[in-house]
Structure formats: structure tokens, C-alpha cells
T-cell receptor
């Protein structure tokens, strides 16, 4: 089955700096890669996603890049703000796994003033 | 985006009792729903895939007789934790898939 690894497990940045979180996946058939933000005790919220036919996608301060050959994808947050502090999860899914999501282990992002 | 509700939001029960958690898709029909379990400071782990009108598909290591799933309609799936024990205490989250997966708000289960 699919295996998703995520790094780093914790990330501390100064307000205004950029944050980058990286994930790798194992199943070359995976074709959908969402990123979720989860605040303590809350549900995961989709913040951006990318499909395998695209190499990069951007939405305001958030961008995701995908390298299918290397089987890795990254989340980039620019101009970080304190409200960006949360746990971020990457995930992967594809037809081989019945389109079910396999999550990474999560990254605790802390944006310091 | 689509709305998925979950009930109850939290429950405390005694060891040995059973607890039922409901997951509803409020504004779309979901032939497939997913049940996840999340322990503190850990990731979401898929427990099972709930299919409307058929048996659920359980992930390896998840006891199907302990975690009963029923998906009786296109908008409702239920997870029953039978004979709950303290180690079952966790955050249970469902999701329903339209074009993307939408998550319910989660149920915090505490077994005393």
C-alpha cells in the first residue's frame, strides 16, 4: 500500500518568514495530493491540493509543488502569520488504493512573533 | 464546500459499554465514507471505508467485530465501538467524498 513520509515533524519560523514542509510517497499510481491544516481538537481543513497532471499550484500565500519522478511534493507558505500556527498534514491517494487517503505524520508549525 | 456533521462531539463512557457515532453528509450524497482514528499528537489513521449498501472494508489490524460500521443510506454512516476499553479512547473522525474529501468535526471518545 501507499506510504507517505513527512518532514520536518516540527517547524518554528519567525513571523513573515517562509515555511516549507516536504512529503514523499511510495505508490507511483497516486495522483491526488492534498494538504490539510488541523488546529487542536478540530477537523482537518483542506488548504490546497494538487493532481498529478500539474507540477505547481498557488493560492495566495500557499503553494504546492509536485515532482512525480522523485515522488515528492512540498507545501510552501510565504509571509507566515501567527494564525498559520497549526499541524499540517500531507496526504496521497490514487486508484490503486481505492482513492483512500494516506496521511503523512504531520508537521507542527509554530510562527513566532 | 460540502458539510459533514458528526454526533456526538464528545462522549465519556464506562469500560465495557458500546458507543455509537454518527456521520452525516448534509448537502450531498456520499456512496463512500471513511472512518479515521487520531491519537494525541499523531496522524489520522484510516480504520475503514464505509460503502453504502454493502459491507465496510477494514484496514489491516482493525477489528471489524469491535468497530461495527453501518452505511444504511447515502447520507449516514455509523461507527459503533463495542465493549469499549480505555485504549479505545481517541479522536474519531469521519469523512465523506464528493469531489474531494470533507471531514466531520470529530468525536472525542473517553473510556473510563
Amino acid at each position: 500500500g501507499e506510504n507517505v513520509e513527512q518532514h520536518p515533524s516540527t517547524l518554528s519560523v519567525q513571523e513573515g518568514d517562509s515555511a516549507v514542509i516536504k512529503c514523499t510517497y511510495s505508490d507511483s499510481a497516486s495522483n491526488y495530493f492534498p494538504w490539510y491544516k488541523q488546529e487542536l481538537g478540530k477537523r482537518p481543513q483542506l488548504i490546497i491540493d494538487i493532481r498529478s497532471n500539474v507540477g505547481e499550484k498557488k493560492d495566495q500565500r500557499i503553494a504546492v509543488t509536485l515532482n512525480k519522478t522523485a515522488k515528492h511534493f512540498s507545501l510552501h507558505i510565504t509571509e507566515t502569520q501567527p494564525e498559520d500556527s497549526a499541524v499540517y498534514f500531507c496526504a496521497a491517494s490514487g486508484p490503486g488504493g481505492g482513492n483512500k487517503l494516506t496521511f503523512g505524520t504531520g508537521t507542527q508549525l509554530k510562527v513566532e512573533l | 464546500g460540502a458539510v459533514v456533521s458528526q454526533h456526538p462531539s464528545w462522549v465519556i463512557c464506562k469500560s465495557g459499554t458500546s458507543v455509537k457515532i454518527e456521520c452525516r453528509s448534509l448537502d450531498f450524497q456520499a456512496t463512500t465514507m471513511f472512518w479515521y482514528r487520531q491519537f494525541p499528537k499523531q496522524s489520522l489513521m484510516l480504520m475503514a471505508t464505509s460503502n453504502e449498501g454493502s459491507k465496510a472494508t477494514y484496514e489491516q489490524g482493525v477489528e471489524k467485530d469491535k468497530f461495527l460500521i453501518n452505511h444504511a443510506s447515502l447520507t449516514l454512516s455509523t461507527l459503533t465501538v463495542t465493549s469499549a476499553h480505555p485504549e479505545d479512547s481517541s479522536f474519531y473522525i469521519c469523512s465523506a467524498r464528493s469531489e474531494e474529501q470533507f471531514f466531520g468535526p470529530g468525536t472525542r471518545l473517553t473510556v473510563l
